[in-house]
């Protein structure tokens, strides 16, 4: 019967003469250092598009409702009045910066709101844009270069699976 060797289902297991020394050894050339997994990206692209549209639907919302409760200011070249159709209608133009001039702000204080409210919101609107369309363009290539610089700055480690157990 050997090291290693079962009897009644119990393995015997025998230690080398110096094993004790090579271990302790080997522990001192163990250097604690902490490995930094890389970041997880918290939301996938489908979601941060869908909150980037729920807030553009939210300044579109806002742009509504003003142009809606300030209708009288307004003058629509078709029948001269703004219902709610023509309101939506308004604030997707202007938010769009498109602006065909069929609806405009006649009233001094119609301009007023224009000015001081809606265009801010346009402005969101448009950073909503052009930052949904800059996120999804450049999410895949942030991550590639987080990968990358990862595995670049783990060289050389040793895993050590069970140690002290």
Do not use: C
Request: aromatic share 6%; net charge positive.
């Amino acid at each position: 019967m050997g090291p290693g060797d079962a009897v009644d289902g119990r393995v015997f297991h025998v230690k080398l003469p110096g094993q004790d020394a090579m271990a302790r050894r080997a522990d001192e050339h163990v250097v604690p250092t902490r490995v930094m997994l890389p970041r997880r990206v918290t939301h996938g692209p489908a979601r941060q598009v869908g909150k980037r549209l729920l807030m553009a639907l939210l300044v579109l919302a806002a742009t509504v409702l003003i142009v809606w409760l300030d209708r009288a200011g307004y003058n629509d070249n078709a029948d001269g009045e703004v219902d709610l159709l023509d309101a939506v209608y308004y604030a997707t133009v202007t938010l769009s910066t498109t602006g065909y001039g069929d609806i405009t702000p006649y009233s001094a204080g119609a301009r007023l709101i224009n000015v001081v409210l809606v265009t801010p919101l346009r402005v969101m609107f448009l950073i909503i844009l052009v930052g949904t369309t800059l996120e999804v363009l450049t999410e895949r290539t942030r991550e590639d270069f987080r990968l990358k610089r990862w595995r670049a700055n783990l060289r050389d480690h040793t895993v050590v699976v069970g140690f002290g157990t």
